[in-house]
């Protein structure tokens, strides 16, 4: 019961993350990257100081070099994710940020020294291979586009990297917190246009006829989090994290609906494999992520998702 019942909140989670990528993409063109990053992390920073007060945990940042450059990997992952919805398919670039896990586990290994186990290079290389499938002439968007949504899986490593050192310092609200506060003031002088950048800075009309998608991505976003952190209090990360992957089809799904948004075979065939590989990943790290004495249920690492931030 209590495995089903962490597999039906990730499920759930993952239908806000689908619903919220949805949403940006519908919203990016007319509001742009930054104001959409803005209201997202204002609407998340209230939620993340209410359950901080709530709790009655300090505010104090355990690790404060950690938590900036978690936040900073973060608003690159969410920057680059987001933009990238502008220019390509949304399952596509859903599906290239998902190669986050790849990643993490490559960096690991590089950065953190970690070992790398049994049958990852073959996962890798699976991985790698649709990635190549994905990144096509044929693939309809811009190669920036591709070239984007990959960078965002790369940063949303970076910022799990970070996250898997700070459950020894900080419990994940005040993380989330400290991350939206740097997000919101890193892309308020772009959403003002005080600093030019990729998009144009929305007009007031703008915002005022998309409020409705702005407030939405924010609180999706949100619970989307909240959803996804029960099932890990609920259930084992390496029992919950493949299930995360169902964003992946769903996006597909809401493409196809409201974009006739259709893939093409090797684009089709590169998903399958990225989410098969990566899911099996995700699986594999999870399971040999060592416990320790101030890791509590609730500080589990974060899945690599575009949630608050990834």
């Not at 998902?98 to 890798?124: N, R």
């Amino acid at each position: 019961m209590k495995r089903l019942e962490g597999i039906l909140w990730i499920l759930l989670a993952s239908v806000f993350f689908a619903a919220m990528g949805a949403m940006t993409k519908q919203a990016v063109p007319n509001c742009g990257t930054a104001a959409i990053i803005l209201s997202r992390s204002l609407v998340v920073a209230v939620i993340a100081f209410g359950i901080l007060r709530a709790t009655k945990t300090s505010m104090q940042p355990g690790n404060l070099r950690l938590i900036f450059l978690r936040s900073l990997g973060g608003l690159m992952a969410m920057s680059c994710f987001f933009w990238s919805l502008g220019q390509l398919q949304l399952g596509a670039a859903t599906t290239l940020l998902y190669t986050s896990p790849l990643f993490t586990v490559l960096l690991a290994g590089l950065v953190l020294g970690e070992k790398t186990h049994k049958g990852t290079i073959p996962l890798t290389m699976v991985a790698f291979a649709g990635i190549g499938l994905i990144i096509q002439p044929e693939t309809k968007g811009s190669m920036l586009g591709l070239a984007a949504a990959l960078g965002a899986g790369i940063f949303a490593a970076m910022a799990r990297m970070a996250v898997r050192s700070l459950r020894h310092s900080d419990p994940p609200a005040r993380i989330v917190f400290y991350f939206s506060l740097i997000a919101a003031g890193g892309s308020l002088p772009f959403a003002l246009g005080l600093i030019p950048g990729l998009d144009t800075a929305p007009t007031p009309a703008a915002v005022s006829d998309n409020l409705h998608w702005l407030l939405g991505i924010g609180v999706s976003g949100a619970i989307g989090q909240l959803t996804m952190t029960q099932a890990y209090r609920v259930e084992q990360a390496n029992i919950v994290s493949p299930f995360s992957y169902a964003t992946v089809l769903l996006s597909y799904v809401l493409g196809l609906w409201f974009w006739d948004e259709r893939l093409t075979w090797a684009s089709g065939t590169g998903m399958a494999l990225v989410v098969l590989s990566g899911a099996l990943l995700s699986r594999s790290a999870d399971a040999k992520t060592p416990p320790t004495k101030e890791q509590e249920p609730q500080q589990q690492e974060e899945p690599p998702t575009p949630a608050l931030g990834s």
